[in-house]
C-alpha cells in the first residue's frame, strides 16, 4: 500500500465513530488488500474491549487484508451485529469466498453469537452461499435475529444452500431447547426463481418466527409464490411482507390471499410489479374484510387491475383505522377509472392515502386478453416440466382444503359428483331438474363441491338458465339455487369472492385468467342473480362488489338490457337501503 494510501487510512481511522459497542468504517471507501494495508485497522479492532457490532460495509477487501481481519476477530466473543455490506467491489468473484470463509471462520472461533448478519450487496453468488454455510450452521448463528443478503447473485444453488443451513440451524438450536428464531429475512434480486424459493419457503415453515420477509425481484412465478404463501401462514407474528417484481397471477395471488387470512399482524404489503390482476385484487379484497387489522400500507401498483376491480379494493380498505398509504398506481384504470377511484376514496375521507396515479396505463385493449392468454399457456407448460420438482401437489391440496382451488378451470364437474348430478349439469333440462327435486330433496346441492369455484359457477348458471315464465320450474330453479348458494356463502369470504369473481368472468363482466369460458348470457341468469341479492344469505358487501361490476360492465349484458336493469336497481336498493 502506498504511503498516501496508509495515510488517508489513519486519517479514516481518527474518524471512525467508535461507541455503545460499535466499531464502525462505514463509507471510508478503503481499498484494502494486504495484511499491511489493514495493519492500524486491526489494532483498533484488538484494543476495542467488549465490541458488539463491526461496520465494514462501503469498502472493498481483499483476501490477505480478510485473513488479517479475522484474525483480530478470533478473540471478540461479544460480538454481535457484523455490517459487511458492499464489502468486496471490484473483487475477482474467486477472491470472495475465500476472504468470507475466513471471516466466518473467526467468528466460529471466537464464540461469537450474533443477531444481525448483513452481506447485502456483495455479488458473491452460490459459491459465497457455499463458504458462508459452516456460519450459518455454528453456534455463533444460534441466535441470530436478522439475515440480510440483498442483491448476492445466490441463484436457485445459491438458495438451496441457504435454506439447508437455516434448516440445520433450527435443527441444533430446537435439540437445545432454544429454536432458531429469526425474525428478519432479506434476500431481494437474487435470482431465487421457483426452487430457489420453494426450498427457502420449507426453511421459513419450520422457523416460524419471521416478522419481516423482502424478497422482491427474484423470477418467481405462482409456484414458488404458493410456496412461500404456504410458508407464511405458519409465522403468526409477520409484519412486513415485500415480494415487488415477482411474478403472481392468479393462482399465486390466491394462496397469498389463503395465507394472509391467518395472519393477524401484518403492517405493510407489497404486492406491487406481480400481475395480481383483477380476479386477484378481488381475493385479496376479501382478505381486507374480514382480517389485517393493523394493515397501514398495501401496495397493489403495477398489477393489471382493472378499474371496478381497484374500486372494490378502495371500499375494502374504509374499515382500516391504522392504514396510511394504498398504492394502485401503474394499473389498468384508464381516465375515468382513475378519477373514479379518487372520488371513492375521498367519499370516505380516505383521499389522503392514496398514492399517485400517475403512471396508470389505461384501459386494457382486446389484444391485450389474447395476449394474456399465450402467456398463461406458456405459464401451464412450465408448470407441468416442473411440477414435481416444485412440489406443488403438496401446496394445491393444502389450498384445495383450506376452501380455495388453485386451478379454477376444470371442463366438467368432477368425478367424484355423483353420475345424475353430472349427466344434469352437462345438459341441464327443467324435467330433470323437477323429477330431481322430487324424487331426491338437496341432492343436486349435497353433490356439487361449491368449495371449488369454477363448479359452484358453473352449476349456478346452468341451473338458472332454466328459469322461464313456468312457475313450477321457476320454483325448483330458485328452491336449489339457495340452498346451493347458501352452502356455498357458508364459506369464508376468500371462499365466496372466489365463487363471485368466477361468475362475473363467466358472464363477461370480468376479464378472468385460465381456461374460464365466457357464457351466453340469458335473462334467467340475471333474475336468479337478482333473487338471491336479497336472500340473507348473501352479504352486502357481495352486493356492493356484484353492483361496481354491473354499474361499469353494463353493456356486456346488453342483449338481456331489461333483466339488467332490474338487477342493477335490486342491487341499488340493496347496497343503500335508505334509496
Given at each position: 500500500m502506498a504511503s498516501d494510501d496508509i495515510n488517508l487510512l489513519a486519517e479514516a481511522l481518527s474518524n471512525t465513530h467508535v461507541g455503545n459497542g460499535e466499531l464502525s468504517y462505514k463509507g471510508r471507501g478503503l481499498k484494502l488488500d494486504t495484511a499491511?494495508?489493514?495493519?492500524?485497522?486491526?489494532?483498533?479492532?484488538?484494543?476495542?474491549?467488549?465490541?458488539?457490532?463491526?461496520?465494514?460495509?462501503?469498502?472493498?477487501l481483499g483476501v490477505e487484508a480478510a485473513r488479517a481481519i479475522a484474525k483480530a476477530l478470533e478473540s471478540k466473543d461479544q460480538l454481535q451485529s457484523c455490517h459487511w455490506s458492499d464489502m468486496f467491489t471490484g473483487r475477482l468473484r474467486s477472491e470472495i469466498p475465500s476472504a468470507l470463509r475466513s471471516l466466518g471462520s473467526a467468528l466460529m472461533l471466537a464464540g461469537a453469537r450474533l443477531t444481525e448478519l448483513d452481506l447485502s450487496d456483495n455479488a458473491f453468488g452460490p459459491d459465497g452461499v457455499k463458504s458462508i454455510e459452516p456460519l450459518l450452521k455454528s453456534s455463533a448463528c444460534h441466535s441470530l435475529r436478522e439475515l440480510r443478503l440483498n442483491n448476492c447473485g445466490m441463484g436457485i444453488g445459491g438458495g438451496k444452500i441457504l435454506a439447508t443451513a437455516l434448516t440445520e440451524c433450527h435443527k441444533q438450536t430446537a435439540a437445545l431447547g432454544v429454536p432458531l428464531k429469526l425474525k428478519v429475512f432479506i434476500a431481494g434480486r437474487n435470482r431465487l426463481e421457483n426452487e430457489g424459493a420453494t426450498a427457502l419457503a420449507k426453511a421459513f415453515k419450520l422457523m416460524g418466527s419471521l416478522e419481516e420477509v423482502h424478497m422482491p425481484q427474484n423470477g418467481i412465478n405462482h409456484a414458488g409464490v404458493t410456496a412461500l404463501a404456504s410458508a407464511m401462514q405458519h409465522n403468526p407474528h409477520l409484519r412486513v411482507l415485500n415480494l415487488n417484481d415477482n411474478t403472481f397471477t392468479k393462482p399465486g395471488t390466491l394462496a397469498m390471499a389463503q395465507a394472509l387470512r391467518h395472519l393477524r399482524s401484518v403492517q405493510v404489503i407489497n404486492f406491487g410489479d406481480c400481475l395480481v390482476r383483477s380476479e386477484g385484487a378481488i381475493a385479496l379484497s376479501a382478505v381486507l374484510r374480514e382480517g389485517l387489522p393493523i394493515l397501514k400500507e398495501l401496495n397493489l401498483s403495477f398489477g393489471e387491475i382493472t378499474e371496478a376491480a381497484a374500486l372494490v379494493v378502495a371500499q375494502a380498505v374504509q374499515d382500516k383505522p391504522h392504514m396510511e398509504k394504498v398504492d394502485l398506481n401503474g394499473n389498468c384504470l384508464g381516465e375515468e377509472g382513475c378519477e373514479a377511484l379518487k372520488e371513492t376514496m375521498e367519499n370516505m375521507d380516505l383521499g389522503n392515502l392514496l398514492g399517485s396515479l400517475s403512471d396508470d396505463e389505461g384501459e386494457p385493449d382486446e389484444d391485450d386478453e389474447e395476449d394474456d392468454k399465450d402467456d398463461e399457456e406458456e405459464e401451464e407448460e412450465e408448470e407441468e416440466e416442473t411440477h414435481e420438482e416444485d412440489g406443488e401437489e403438496e401446496n394445491d391440496k393444502e389450498i384445495k382444503e383450506n376452501g380455495v382451488n388453485k386451478s379454477v378451470s376444470p371442463v366438467?364437474?368432477?368425478?367424484?359428483?355423483?353420475?345424475?348430478?353430472?349427466?344434469?349439469?352437462?345438459?341441464?333440462?327443467?324435467?330433470?331438474?323437477?323429477?330431481?327435486?322430487?324424487?331426491?330433496?338437496?341432492?343436486?346441492?349435497?353433490?356439487?363441491?361449491?368449495?371449488?369455484?369454477?363448479?359452484?359457477?358453473?352449476?349456478?348458471?346452468?341451473?338458472?338458465?332454466?328459469?322461464?315464465?313456468?312457475?313450477?320450474?321457476n320454483k325448483a330453479v330458485l328452491e336449489t339455487i339457495d340452498a346451493l348458494l347458501r352452502k356455498a356463502f357458508s364459506g369464508s369470504s376468500l371462499q365466496t369472492y372466489s365463487f363471485l369473481s368466477t361468475l362475473l368472468v363467466m358472464l363477461g363482466l370480468l376479464k378472468g385468467e385460465g381456461k374460464v369460458k365466457k357464457v351466453q348470457v340469458l335473462p334467467g341468469h340475471l333474475l336468479v342473480l337478482e333473487h338471491t341479492v336479497q336472500q340473507d344469505y348473501f352479504p352486502q358487501d357481495h352486493a356492493s362488489l356484484l353492483d361496481t361490476f354491473v354499474a361499469r360492465h353494463g353493456k356486456a349484458l346488453k342483449a338481456c338490457s331489461s333483466a339488467r336493469d332490474s338487477l342493477k336497481s335490486t342491487l341499488e336498493r340493496r347496497i343503500s337501503p335508505e334509496c
Open positions: 499491511e494495508s489493514v495493519k492500524e485497522l486491526v489494532g483498533e479492532i484488538e484494543k476495542y474491549q467488549g465490541l458488539r457490532a463491526l461496520r465494514l460495509e462501503g469498502n472493498t366438467n364437474p368432477r368425478p367424484a359428483c355423483h353420475p345424475e348430478v353430472i349427466s344434469f349439469l352437462s345438459l341441464p333440462t327443467a324435467d330433470v331438474l323437477l323429477q330431481l327435486q322430487e324424487n331426491k330433496p338437496g341432492f343436486l346441492q349435497q353433490q356439487v363441491d361449491v368449495s371449488d369455484s369454477y363448479v359452484a359457477a358453473d352449476a349456478f348458471l346452468k341451473i338458472s338458465s332454466l328459469y322461464s315464465d313456468n312457475s313450477e320450474i
